[in-house]
């Protein structure tokens, strides 16, 4: 089986073939992946660390938005991203590797959902009872594996 950490890895390799014979042995390097992403627009840098706190930071600096998109297949990492951008965005599709091939896209238009925030996705609504009340608070709709999301929910 091929090594997948990080780490030196001793190799020796072995070719007998009509055609070809010979041997070899070295180490096999793999070093640690970064974390870190540095994206530059004119004078603007910023460098990402790669958790879902600095993600939701950088996406409330946009103001948010009707509907986003979070792929991971870490469960921390899916609940700490959605509850750092929840207040930002009306609907967040939830993604792994499971189902990014098969997900709706982020933009299809679900008009069964009731979802949006501030000046988001809404409106037109019954304004009588609770349902009045619920119009001043944040909501937003989570659309995901259910797996996933009863990870989110079970905090």
Not at 124 to 150: C, N, S, V
């Amino acid at each position: 089986m091929a090594p997948t950490d990080a780490g030196s890895y001793d190799v020796s390799a072995a070719i007998n073939d009509a055609n070809y014979e010979g041997s070899a042995n070295d180490v096999l390097v793999i070093n640690s992946a970064t974390t870190t992403a540095t994206v530059t627009l004119g004078d603007l840098s910023q460098t990402y660390d790669g958790t879902a706190k600095q993600a939701a930071e950088y996406v409330g600096w946009g103001g948010g938005g009707l509907v986003t998109s979070v792929y991971a297949d870490d469960k921390a990492f899916l609940k700490d991203a959605v509850l750092g951008i929840a207040p930002f965005h009306g609907r967040i599709v939830i993604g792994s590797e499971k189902v990014s091939g098969q997900s709706l896209p982020p933009g299809m238009a679900l008009p069964q959902l009731v979802h949006g925030g501030p000046g988001r996705a809404g409106g037109g609504e019954e304004l009588g009872g609770r349902r009045g009340m619920q119009l001043y608070m944040q909501r937003t709709a989570l659309q995901g594996d259910r797996a996933l999301l009863e990870a989110i929910a079970k905090g």
